[in-house]
C-alpha cells in the first residue's frame, strides 16, 4: 500500500510565497518521477512541475521562474516552493509520483490534494 500525502496549502495573498510538501510512504522501491498537477474549479487538471530522480526538471510554461521543484530520495519527499503568487494560481495542488513497490511493476499514484487560495 503506497500513500502520497500533501501539506503546506493555505490561503495567501498575492506576491505571496507557499512552500508545498509531499511524502510518499509504503512498500516503495525506488521513486523515479515526482511532480506536482493542480485542478482549478470548472478546469482540467494540469501538469505544475516534474522532477526525475537525477534531478531533471520539467516546469508548465505559467509557472516557470516562480516555482520550484525539489526532492529528498533519500525521505521520498517532494516539495513545491511558489513564489509571486497570482490568483490564477488558485486550485487544488496534488502530488504525483511513477514508482515501483515491492513485487509490483511501476505504477502511478496520487495524493490527495491540497487547496491554495491566492486572494486579498
Known amino acids: 500500500q503506497v500513500q502520497l500525502v500533501e501539506s503546506g496549502g493555505g490561503l495567501v495573498q498575492p506576491g505571496g510565497s507557499l512552500r508545498l510538501s509531499c511524502a510518499a510512504s509504503g512498500s516503495i522501491v525506488t521513486i523515479y518521477v515526482m511532480g506536482w498537477y493542480r485542478q482549478a474549479p470548472g478546469k482540467q487538471r494540469e501538469l505544475v512541475a516534474t522532477i526525475i530522480k537525477g534531478g531533471l526538471t520539467n516546469y508548465a510554461d505559467s509557472v516557470k521562474g516562480r516555482f520550484t521543484i525539489s526532492r529528498d530520495n533519500a525521505e521520498n519527499t517532494v516539495y513545491l516552493q511558489m513564489n509571486s503568487l497570482k490568483p490564477e494560481d488558485t486550485a487544488v495542488y496534488y502530488c504525483?509520483?511513477?514508482?515501483?513497490?515491492?513485487?509490483?511493476?511501476?505504477?502511478?499514484?496520487w495524493g490527495q490534494g491540497t487547496q491554495v487560495t491566492v486572494s486579498s
Open positions: 504525483n509520483a511513477n514508482l515501483k513497490t515491492y513485487g509490483q511493476a511501476y505504477g502511478n499514484y
